[in-house]
């Protein structure tokens, strides 16, 4: 059973979006617009079930991906691995970017498009934010286009072999800008508590179903819960059990705006005793009963 709502690539697959090929890939822009009055979009989160690269060549964004928000300005591209849970975007000024959406399950079944799968082994589908230099953003913005006017070329028989080498040339400068970027940021050393801190919210994104006891994570970390709610509020000034909390909070209410499950369904996949504790637990963190919020929000 999904957590929230899951969105796949062809459930995106309108006439709003500009480029579609094979049910795999979906690339939009708004280069050519004349006036981009802005985006915002802040309400159901949704999960996704598809590769997203963002390129911003102008303006600024801000996402909310698994609850960390992240800002790609000009010059960034952003990568939002599938399973990842969106609740905010915000496009601000007279922001430019395009957008590329592939479904990485298929991507085995693309014979030609191996390469994809050499990316995915080097990034292991983290989301991060990579800085390009200005000739290099270039290159991958005349890649784009370049894909965009692959798809299109209805006459093209080797179109398989054509993407390929486009991404393959897109891919490389991406490559290269991220070693540079991971030389840069080796140079900068981080605190101990530092590392604590992102450890612990990597575990927690990927146990909070099971596990919301700090105990279990400070275990993992080999440290007393003591000392890492001590890590945790210097760094975040918020305490474990508030990060364990947001992620419980976001996936149930994302599961309860969907209609698709009950509570009790719910309960159960996040692995309360009972639709009662669970209950309990939603009322505390957000002031109201799981119904109420649905009456809420859902109208």
């Given at each position: 059973?999904?957590?929230?709502q899951e969105?796949t690539l062809?459930?995106?697959?309108d006439?709003?979006?500009k480029?579609?090929?094979n049910?795999?890939m979906?690339l939009?822009?708004n280069f050519?617009?004349e006036?981009?009055?802005?985006?915002?979009?802040?309400?159901k989160?949704?999960?996704?079930?598809?590769?997203m690269?963002?390129?911003?060549?102008?303006?600024?964004?801000r996402?909310?991906?698994?609850?960390?928000?992240?800002?790609v300005e000009?010059?960034d591209?952003?990568?939002?691995?599938?399973?990842s849970?969106?609740d905010?975007?915000?496009?601000e000024?007279?922001?430019r970017?395009?957008?590329?959406?592939i479904d990485?399950?298929?991507?085995?079944?693309?014979?030609?498009?191996?390469?994809?799968?050499?990316?995915?082994s080097v990034?292991?589908y983290?989301?991060?934010?990579?800085h390009?230099?200005q000739?290099?953003m270039?290159?991958?913005v005349n890649?784009y286009?370049?894909?965009?006017n692959?798809?299109n070329?209805?006459?093209?028989r080797y179109k398989?072999?054509?993407?390929?080498?486009?991404?393959?040339?897109?891919?490389?400068?991406?490559?290269?800008?991220?070693?540079k970027?991971?030389?840069?940021?080796?140079?900068?050393k981080?605190?101990?508590?530092?590392?604590?801190?992102k450890?612990?919210?990597?575990?927690?994104?990927?146990?909070?179903?099971?596990n919301?006891e700090?105990?279990?994570?400070a275990?993992?970390?080999?440290i007393?819960?003591?000392?890492l709610g001590?890590v945790?509020?210097?760094?975040?000034h918020?305490?474990?059990?508030d990060?364990?909390?947001?992620?419980v909070?976001?996936d149930?209410?994302?599961m309860l705006?969907?209609?698709?499950?009950s509570?009790?369904?719910?309960?159960?996949h996040?692995?309360?005793p009972?639709?009662?504790?669970f209950?309990?637990?939603f009322?505390e963190?957000v002031?109201y009963?799981?119904?109420?919020?649905?009456n809420?929000?859902?109208?």
């Amino acid at each position: 059973m999904g957590n929230i709502q899951e969105v796949t690539l062809a459930m995106i697959h309108d006439k709003a979006h500009k480029v579609i090929y094979n049910d795999f890939m979906l690339l939009d822009d708004n280069f050519d617009d004349e006036v981009f009055k802005g985006f915002s979009y802040t309400g159901k989160p949704i999960k996704i079930l598809f590769v997203m690269q963002m390129m911003c060549v102008r303006g600024t964004m801000r996402i909310r991906v698994n609850l960390k928000e992240m800002v790609v300005e000009a010059n960034d591209i952003l990568l939002v691995a599938p399973g990842s849970i969106i609740d905010m975007v915000v496009c601000e000024g007279d922001c430019r970017m395009a957008v590329m959406h592939i479904d990485n399950a298929k991507i085995a079944r693309q014979p030609t498009l191996k390469i994809m799968l050499q990316f995915r082994s080097v990034i292991k589908y983290e989301c991060f934010i990579t800085h390009f230099s200005q000739p290099a953003m270039e290159q991958m913005v005349n890649g784009y286009k370049l894909l965009s006017n692959i798809v299109n070329d209805n006459d093209l028989r080797y179109k398989d072999e054509a993407l390929e080498g486009c991404f393959q040339m897109m891919i490389s400068y991406w490559m290269s800008e991220i070693v540079k970027q991971d030389e840069k940021e080796a140079k900068i050393k981080i605190s101990r508590n530092e590392q604590i801190f992102k450890s612990f919210l990597k575990l927690v994104q990927k146990n909070y179903m099971t596990n919301r006891e700090v105990a279990f994570y400070a275990d993992k970390l080999c440290i007393t819960p003591k000392y890492l709610g001590v890590v945790v509020s210097q760094v975040s000034h918020r305490r474990p059990l508030d990060w364990i909390r947001d992620y419980v909070i976001l996936d149930a209410k994302a599961m309860l705006l969907s209609r698709e499950y009950s509570i009790q369904q719910i309960s159960q996949h996040l692995n309360f005793p009972n639709p009662s504790f669970f209950s309990k637990y939603f009322r505390e963190a957000v002031g109201y009963s799981p119904s109420k919020y649905l009456n809420n929000e859902g109208e």
